[in-house]
């Protein structure tokens, strides 16, 4: 779909910090009836997530989508959009920035809730699967909330799955580092080949209920104590 | 026993501690459970993780199941407080410009008189005083208001805001707030950063006040006795070893681990010793009971302190005094803490209920066991507060 971008969207890939300045990307759908349109918020401080996440949802749905990319003074720029939903992911400590929002007296006029109740009871648990929490402004029918919701999870939960691909990917390469220091200390110490050090580590951590990973790292440790 | 493994949220703060020594020490192992210790990156997630079941239990700001009760802020699951995980432990303190006032004028920074604090910061600044604080459900709010409005700087008044702690030494730099409330290790991580000084400790202003409670869905609470009394037992055991002074260096170098607060043990010693560096010059204070994880029933979720949040958030929010005592009533659960503490041998109060403020020094009362001596919980301006007065 063409997304008509206006404003310093490139500023948002300065990345991950706070500091920067108050970053709008404003998309406008294809779209006959106006005042029928949701309008989406999306709190996101990576410019490409932020991509994803308002191509899914302009792709999916009929809505107005803006994203704010920075935390000081979070509550206000939101109310500034008179938003029915916010989408904010479940991770991002500016959460409770927001929830200035949900107090009658806060700076949006209308209450907004974490959606709780009725149909959309089990949406909000898929949301916090998937990791991103919305806030509705009452009175939202579930039947607007949903196909909302529904795109959000699914790319959320993309998202979230593959950023725990990458860590798994990350820790397994720090655990083969470990291990392959720990053979080195065995194979020096008693004199034995590498399959005979690894055999060792193996049988250690049976015997103990450790994992292999666990046994080298503290013969690493160990050794660098001693050493 | 077969180890049932119970997922539980909290925040990394210095008083996640019972839940962190429950599971490093042993006592949940005790128990038959096993703890699976989940850190939230904010008090909105722990809420959310604890109200649509990813966790069953959780490490929560005293106010926050209240407010839930009383259908303040975005969700209202019924929560229950089975114990209060502790007492005091939040700092007051401001950012440089302030301090520099301060000092100009020749404050001595004692960390401890609220009057004199107050008379202090009226005479620096005259337009409205803005503090950063964690949540809007917090003791933080509730502590500011309370000595806002009973001191000097009620002239000029306060505003408060919402900062994550982490936000805090940004917003303090880019002037959004004047000062902050804020929960150990983030007091001493701003002294240690050099952006503010420390000028008062929470206890200053109430000298017992719940701060964070071991929270449940009041569903799980029900459905599960069992377990919920093997966990505020496991929890309360790791209250009483932390309180020994001989735990404390032990403790401090459990919680500085990466996988829980991730930083150093000295400024989480300082918390957990009561001893204090207030400002960047290095300025020493000590603290008796800065943050109480088992001392005076420490744990025992009285109703009355639940009354008075109740009845503090229902001023500001316009909510009746008998809804908000109802919820009070609900979600202290006093009960069930008389019902699954019996087996630890501790000493429960005979009441459920007293006056808050009214304890000025440490008091012996009726208790199970006639041993129970309940600490000062008076409030700075000597006022007390009758939960019987309110209903």
Known sequence: MQLPLFAQADCLSVGGFAAIALHLISVFCHCTAMAEKLTVVVVEEDRDRALGIVDALTAAEDCDVFVIGNASGLARKIAAHVPDIVLIDIDNPTRDMMEELTLASGPLDRPVAMFVSGAAGGLAQAAIEAGVSAYVVDGLSPERIKPVMDTAIARFSMVRQMRNELAETRRALEERKVIDRAKGLLMKAKGIDEDAAYALLRKTAMDQGRRVADVAEALVTASGLLG | ?391
């Open chain 2, 1 to 391: 026993m077969k180890t049932v493994s119970i997922p539980v949220a909290y925040v990394p703060l210095v008083d996640a501690a019972p839940l962190i020594v429950a599971h490093e020490m042993g006592f949940a192992e005790a128990e038959g459970i096993a703890l699976d210790l989940i850190a939230a990156p904010s008090w909105s997630s722990v809420r959310d993780m604890l109200a649509f079941g990813r966790v069953d239990a959780a490490h929560m700001l005293s106010p926050i199941p209240i407010a839930m009760a009383m259908h303040l802020g975005g969700v209202s699951t019924p929560l229950s407080a089975v114990s209060v995980m502790s007492v005091n432990g939040n700092v007051i303190g401001v950012g440089n410009a302030l301090e520099n006032a301060l000092r100009a004028k020749g404050y001595g920074f004692d960390f401890a008189d609220p009057i004199a604090a107050a008379r202090a910061l009226a005479s620096v600044q005259k337009r409205p005083l803005t503090f950063g604080v964690p949540f809007p459900f917090s003791m933080h709010v509730e502590l500011l208001n309370y000595w806002g409005e009973a001191t000097q700087i009620a002239d000029q008044g306060i505003e408060i805001r919402t900062v994550p702690p982490p936000l805090m030494a940004s917003a303090l730099a880019a002037g959004d707030v004047d000062a902050f409330c804020v929960g150990e290790p983030w007091g001493s991580v701003a002294v240690e950063q050099g952006v503010g000084a420390l000028l008062l400790p929470g206890k200053a202003i109430w000298n017992f006040a719940p701060e964070k409670v071991l929270a449940t869905r009041s569903d799980w609470a029900d459905t599960e006795p069992d377990l919920v009394g093997r966990l505020m037992r496991a929890v309360w055991r790791a209250g009483r070893w932390l309180a020994q002074p001989q735990s404390r260096s032990t403790a401090s170098e459990l919680l500085s681990r990466k996988a829980y607060l991730d930083v150093s043990a000295e400024l989480i010693d300082r918390a957990l010793t009561g001893q204090l560096t207030v400002s960047a010059r290095g300025e020493q204070r000590q603290v008796d009971h800065f943050v109480e994880f088992h001392a005076g029933a420490a744990t025992f979720p009285w109703r009355s302190q639940a009354k008075w949040i109740a009845n503090r958030l229902a001023r500001v929010h316009g909510i009746p005094t008998d809804q908000a005592n109802e919820a009070a009533f609900g979600v202290f659960r006093a009960d069930l803490h008389r019902q699954h503490m019996v087996p630890t041998g501790g000493d429960l109060p005979g009441a459920s209920e007293k006056v808050e403020g009214s304890i000025r020094v440490e008091t012996p009362v009726a208790s199970a066991q006639g041993s129970l001596r309940l600490l000062p919980d008076a409030f700075f301006d000597s006022r007390v507060f009758d939960p019987s007065a309110v209903r």
